[in-house]
């Protein structure tokens, strides 16, 4: 059992949770965050963020994730590592199994964000952070002068394939589609630019290594015939899939694609478990528009414990 | 007749337009902001801001508004001074009359905001900008030694209040109910300011000068007698009105309080009108939140133009 009810524990400690905390914490709302990766979530692996209002040169991601994980910790905000594995209900409280053992809070704000998918192909995990790669600022200087693929074909496969021109030689980048579904900004600049061709109508079918366990190539379909491009890397972007899996048996409720599904104070279903950013139903995927959730989330927390000091809400009903 | 269409005319230069403006201008999307008062709205004459996340050691509200500005300038937005009177469609357009003349648009964001509710007392009118203010950080400069009235019990009258105490000698807070509706933490820190006197179940009934035209006293009744406080000034904060005199006759739909209504799109009920902010319903008041939802309103203006483009659409329909 846990010796000590948190007022709020969120869950993933990215722009969303960061700055919900700024809000909890400066107003003397008890608050843990859980992260089990890194802080400041995608936002601290993207290289330079120029829509971030409020930094009219742009900034870089990780030190935007320094500022936010300052302000949080200066109102007196903690951030623990670790792994959230399930979230239930236990009379007044949540109660979560965690890597550092048994957590109980009386409200949760759930702010683990998205994960890019994987292609699910032959040798996508074998050489999976050694070859295979999700984050352009962290590995792109690996291949230096070297060959790469990038598969994908929204916004951030044109971004981060552009930011990998700064290293590789050449990259091919694969669209499975016909076109882009990308901004036409980003689509121009990396069309344009005389290190990337593009594949459209090409699927990624194979990643190749050699003897020294090194990928030395992927195999594709490109209009019906296979090709295989002689390439050092791949770096994957094909979509974001919202992290929720400590929430099965919880309760909350899930849209269609994963996502988690909240009113308009985003809340839950679930009384007492809130939600915002990147896992939320209908989440833009911007910084800002987390961070703007995360802030009216937290005024959402701070009314609900304002209710939950008064009366101890029994079965968590009455709360709207 | 306007000579050009803009892709977007931004209602209001807050930093829900700023935001706004960085995406739609960062994406080419031709962008005209409208503004009548402040650039950067009420961020903009607020004292200190703690709570925007990104910067850990708080920003003054000048200095943020001035980086919403240059960033939203340095991607093209152009922000012009004046007031739009009224918004009417015109065939596939918006038509506004301003006081520029009349501009044309393709889509409109409403990004007003709110501004301060007045007493409607006798005085408050002749002394206002001289007397009576609603921003500490304007005005309060003038009471180096003075006393004042501060009106309001709400987070921004303790907010102001305190602000107040470093020019004021002594500060009367008039709350008309019998309790604070502000956070503990601001509470807390005014109720032991001891420059300031907490009257709660106190009217604010008259503002009364003196031979030189200035401010000699507050009247109010408190406990249901008359009293009167000797004062130099008043700053007023009684709440915020939603700033939409310039949809009268536009058929955007507005909630029983005069804030305007929006789907999850953050569109109106007329296709092509967004709103974000403080002047949308259900709207938390925050910069940070309204610097999201300008964000998100930005994504929603570029899909509605991409269809627009595509089929010219003659009655607005078909938008989702």
Redesign the interface.
Known sequence: MADKVHDVIMIGAG?TS??AA??TS???IETLIFEKGIIGGLAAITDQI????????G?EGLQ?AE??Q??AE?FGATIELGEVQSVKKDGDVFSLSTTSGELQAKTLLIGTGSEWKKLKIPGEDDFYGRGVHNCATCDGAFYRDKKLVVVGGGNSSAQEALFLTKFASHIDILIRGDKWKA???LVDEAEKNDKITVHFNTTTDEIVGGDENKVTAVKGTKDGQETTFEVDGVFVFIGLKPVTYFLEGSGVELDEYGFVKTN?KLMTNVPGIFCAGDVRS?A?M?I?????????AA?SI?EYLENYQREMIPNGNGQD
Do not use: C, M, W
């Open positions: 722009p960061l700055a700024v809000y400066r107003e003397d120029d829509n971030y209002p409020g930094f009219e040169e900034i935007l500022k936010l300052k302000q200066r901004s036409d900004v308009h209908g833009t911007q800002a528009a987390a961070v703007g959730e995360g802030a009216a005024l701070r």
